[in-house]
């Protein structure tokens, strides 16, 4: 059984925003299971969920460096 959080419902309503949104907090707290109950509940066709806490230290890096490489270079080319 899951109880409704009330930040699920701020969540909610950002989801027809089209912008990435990044759940931050304390370990086991509940996060992971708040964004899957929020992408089920979703209609939204493209959804991507990652959950990096699984993950080495160095992969995590890797990850984020290459990443943060590939958003810039989309920003560069979009002239913002």
Do not use: C, P, W
Not at 26 to 50: N, P, W
Not at 65 to 71: G, L, S, T
């Amino acid at each position: 059984m899951y109880f409704k959080r009330k930040i699920y419902s701020l969540l909610e309503k950002h989801l027809s925003v089209k912008q990435v949104t990044v759940l931050t907090g304390m370990r086991r707290t509940g996060k992971a299971t708040l964004v899957k109950q929020l992408m089920e509940a979703s209609d939204i066709e493209h959804k991507l969920f990652f959950d990096l806490e699984n993950q080495s230290k160095s992969i995590k890096k890797r990850y984020l460096v290459e990443r943060f490489k590939k958003q810039n270079d989309i920003f560069k080319n979009l002239n913002l």
